[in-house]
């Protein structure tokens, strides 16, 4: 039987609702509407909005939330089954978030299987699932699935037919971009960029086009690829993406995709879901139809249609409860019927307890088979996960140094520490930092050398550093600014300065 389904993409400046009917043939486009949210604009009022003049009820709800709510991460496992990651994958970023596990809801993405799992981990706070789940419930709406913006998009995209197999999506949009680097068909890395200032909006077809979107645009692919970069970097490898798709506000401006492949010096392509035979639509939707502004909300909604493997923020007490049956059938009048409800009853409670008491006594004796092939070497068993957690613990031992954890030394600290030693009267902008356990490399620019000589002064006298380098210190193309690169070497002496 056709289904509705509705995807709700919500960002930080636009809400867009698209309504899809899925059936043999493939997919109907029934209804679809895209609000703006002003400044300091309020998201209920979006989302009443939304909904007024259009029908937009369907059978299904699938929401996404704005990408740069979510933290994200990439490390090693080494499990390959992902009921033993899920386990214990909250205590392996622990010490990496600047918040506690418990107010965290954690998922991830398999990236490669090899002698060790490579994972893509995304962690949200509770307390703003809440809210939005909260915001949606006041007008009716309780989503299946709460994605993270632009990946469904991109999960559809990578099944397509055509896609080289490495490559850049890049959701191009007024407050915040997000960009997706996926390697082999899978997604490798995810990260969201603000710009000051963000997209102007003007018309398309404005001669100031290339001249507003340029520099954004510029410094939006500096940071792409920088970053892809530090990733290279930090994995050991050499990244060479073959494409660059782009969607979002940006895809708007005519010049986008010239500038881009002028920028990243790769091939661009706009992104057109609606391009894809199996998805059709009628007269009316296809005059309101904008695909930048739509296509994360039409994947939402297919989304459910393909059964799509991806993200799912509505886990632990934000779960979906299952849908109560009843009974379907009228119970005849009489002594009779009620002792026999009374007997299924009783029958019930007695095999629901037995499976309830069985289930448990699996889970436990599966959490210590899970222990037992993990740590061979413990023989005394009392309290499994406690004493996993120690065993945890212990291994990473030797990571104790790594930023983020020991004794309050986390990297809020450590940024807190730097940005204090840095003379507020210098004009200096940093555009890299990469912190591992022994070594803080800092790039960026300002005025002249000797503000560079006054940077490294300043760092010199934090206790948190045995030694500050100058790397390199040379002027840019331009001959305006000084691009350096300063070594601090970590001290773990102690906290204080």
Request: hydrophobic share 40%; charged share 25%.
């Amino acid at each position: 039987m056709p289904r509705k389904t509705l995807g709700l993409d919500i960002n930080e400046d636009s809400i867009t609702a698209v309504q899809v009917i899925s059936g043999l043939k493939g997919y109907q486009i029934t209804a679809c509407a895209h609000v703006m949210i002003e400044e300091n604009g309020d998201l209920d009022d979006g989302l009443r909005r939304i909904f007024e003049g259009v029908a937009l009820k369907s059978d299904t709800c699938i929401t996404s939330i704005p990408a740069g709510d979510v933290s994200y991460r990439n490390l090693q496992m080494p499990f390959k089954d992902p009921r033993k990651i899920r386990k214990t994958l909250p205590y392996e970023i622990d010490s990496m978030l600047p918040f506690p596990i418990e107010e965290l809801i954690v998922d991830f993405a398999i990236i490669d299987r090899s002698d060790q799992t490579d994972i893509l981990a995304v962690s949200i706070k509770k307390a703003v699932v809440s809210e939005y789940l909260t915001k949606l419930e006041a007008i009716g709406l309780n989503p299946e699935i709460l994605d993270i913006r632009c990946l469904p998009l991109v999960s559809w995209l990578l099944r397509c037919e055509g896609v080289p197999d490495h490559g850049i999506i890049l959701d191009i949009c007024q407050k915040r971009s997000t960009m997706v680097l996926y390697l082999r068909r899978r997604i490798a890395l995810i990260r969201t960029f603000a710009l000051n200032g963000g997209l102007v909006a003007i018309p398309p077809a404005d001669p100031a086009t290339t001249k507003e979107i340029g520099p954004y645009l510029e410094s939006l692919c500096k940071m792409v690829r920088d970053t892809i970069y530090a990733f290279g970097r930090q994995n050991h490898q050499v990244f060479y993406p073959e494409k660059v798709f782009f969607t979002g506000t940006g895809a708007l401006r005519p010049d986008t995709g010239p500038l881009l492949s002028q920028f990243l010096d790769l091939p661009s392509e706009q992104i057109n879901l609606v391009e894809d035979k199996r998805i059709r639509m009628n007269g009316d939707v296809a005059q309101a139809w904008n695909a930048p502004l739509m296509d994360n909300a039409l994947s939402l909604a297919l989304r459910e249609a393909k059964r799509t493997q991806g993200f799912n923020f509505r886990r632990d007490e934000f779960e979906v409860k299952g849908k109560y049956l009843g009974i379907k059938k009228e119970l005849r009048k009489g002594v009779i019927s009620i002792m026999v409800v009374l007997a299924f009853l009783a029958a019930d409670m007695g095999i629901g307890y037995y499976l309830m008491k069985k289930r448990y006594r699996n889970l436990d004796q599966e959490i210590k088979k899970v222990f037992m092939q993990t740590f061979p070497d413990v023989k005394r068993i009392v309290d499994p996960l406690a004493q996993m957690k120690i065993r945890i613990n212990q291994i990473k031992g030797p990571a104790a140094t790594y930023p983020g954890i020991d004794g309050g030394r986390n990297v809020l600290d450590l940024l807190k520490n730097i940005s204090k030693r840095i003379p507020r009267s210098l004009d200096v902008r940093i555009t890299r930092m990469i912190i591992d356990p022994d070594m803080v490399r800092m790039s960026g620019r300002t005025t002249t050398f000797n503000a560079v000589d006054n940077i490294k002064n300043g760092l010199e006298s934090s206790a948190l550093f045995d030694q500050v380098t100058i790397s390199s210190a040379n002027l840019d193309r331009k001959g305006k600014k000084v691009q350096f690169e300063i070594k601090l070497k970590r001290s773990w002496r102690g906290p204080g300065s």
